[in-house]
Structure formats: C-alpha cells, structure tokens
C-alpha cells in the first residue's frame, strides 16, 4: 500500500496569516499518460463530510477560494493557505487516488493562534 | 444537482452483519469513469478508504476488509449497498459515501452515517 503522511500533526496560525501543510507519499502518484499526480486535498470541519479541495495535486475545485493552493515536487506535495480566515479552522487531509488501495495521510489539525 | 445519503443501522452487535444504502442522484454510475466508494471513520480519527464499485460493476476493496466487504449495486435505484461480515467494536465509526470521478478524486460526499458495533 501507498503511505502517506502529513506534517504536522497540528498547526496554530494567526488571522491573516500562511498555512502550510505537507504530505510525503511512499511512492510515485504520477501518471506517465497525463503527467499528473493523483493526490487530493480534503478539509473536514466537526460533524461534517470532508470535502474536497484540490485534486490532481494543484488543481482547484469549483468554488474553493483562491487563498488555497497546491504544489507538488515529486513525491512531496504541500497545500497552503495564503491568508487564514476563521472558516478555514479544520482537520486537513490529504489522499491518494492513484492506485487502489486508496490512502490517506493521518490528517493536519489547522487551528487560530 | 448531486447529492449521496447514507442510511442503515446505529447500532449492530458484535458478529452480526452491517448493511448500509448509499442512495445518490445527479449522476450515473453506468457512466464510463465513475465509481461509488465506501470511507469510514472511527471517533476522532483518520479516514480509511474501504472500497469502490465502478460503472463496469468492477469492485476494489481495502486488503484489511475483503475477506468481509461486499459492495453491490443496483443501477436501476441508483444505490449502492455495502455489506460487512462479522462485526466487531474496531468497526464502530462514521461511514459515508462519495462520488469516486475518477481523475477528480471524491469529488461529492454523503453525510455520513454513524454506526456503533456494542452487545
């Protein structure tokens, strides 16, 4: 299986401030037909379903704000927060989609400092 | 629009058979590159991926569960039924479903629903 895991495990980060959180996989999640890596971005608010914020490692969803972002250097992959607002309080996760079993990492708890 | 809910049992007790619905609109699984997937939570944990069923009915699951895991589907209600074997109290947690599109990751979520495994 693929493992991944974030840093770190949680974060405190003042208003207005970056956020960034990485995700290291133990293998490649490029695919060599599009040149993408499979790798997604989730934040998950209490009692909530995760929702989705990047995938294909940069890609940005519909309607997610453009204060998040996603990078990708080989098998490291990072997803920042330009300026973080009070909404943005959540646990993030990062998962890969490249080949079953889908994994994800142990998730990021992004709090205001 | 799309939309997943989950519905079943709360509570089942140890060794008996979990089954859960995931009834969805918006969108067909007869189409080419889309597939229904079954992630789980336990209290305050990580998510754990737990399987798919693709539109060509083909069934992914995870290596911890598939001596146990079932997942069907019935094109025609638009569901997708998830069964597991031989309950036990690691299995208590919250299940939902998603929208597996393929190159976009789960890109539609259900609620989530929770199920506790206790005698």
């Known amino acids: 299986d693929i493992v991944m895991t974030q840093s770190p495990d949680s974060l405190a980060v003042s208003l207005g401030e970056r956020a960034t959180i990485t995700c290291k996989s133990s293998q490649s999640l490029l695919y060599s037909s599009n040149n993408k890596n499979y790798l997604a971005w989730y934040q998950q608010k209490p009692g909530q379903p995760p929702k989705l914020l990047i995938y294909w490692a940069s890609t940005r969803e519909s309607g997610v704000p453009d204060r998040f972002s996603g990078s990708e250097s080989g098998t490291d992959f990072a997803l920042t927060i330009s300026s973080l607002q009070p909404e943005d309080v959540a646990v993030y996760y990062c998962q890969q989609y490249h080949r079953t079993p889908y994994t994800f990492g142990q998730g990021t708890k992004l709090e205001i400092k | 629009q799309i939309t997943l809910r989950e519905s079943g049992p709360t509570l089942v007790k140890p060794t008996e058979t979990l089954t859960l619905t995931c009834t969805f609109s918006?969108?067909?699984?007869?189409?080419?590159?889309?597939?229904v997937g079954w992630i789980r939570q336990p209290p305050g944990k990580a998510l754990e991926w737990v399987g798919n069923?693709?539109?060509?009915?083909?069934?992914r699951y995870s290596p911890s569960l598939k001596t146990r895991l079932k997942i069907t589907r019935d094109t025609s209600k638009n569901q997708v039924v998830l069964t597991l074997t031989n309950m036990d109290t690691v299995d208590t947690g919250t299940y939902f479903c998603?929208?597996?599109?393929?190159?976009?990751?789960?890109?539609?979520w259900g609620q989530g629903t929770m199920v506790t495994v206790s005698s």
């Open positions: 918006g969108f067909s699984l007869s189409t080419t590159g889309v597939a």
């Open positions: 069923i693709y539109w060509d009915d083909d069934t």
């Open positions: 998603a929208r597996d599109w393929g190159s976009a990751a789960l890109d539609f």
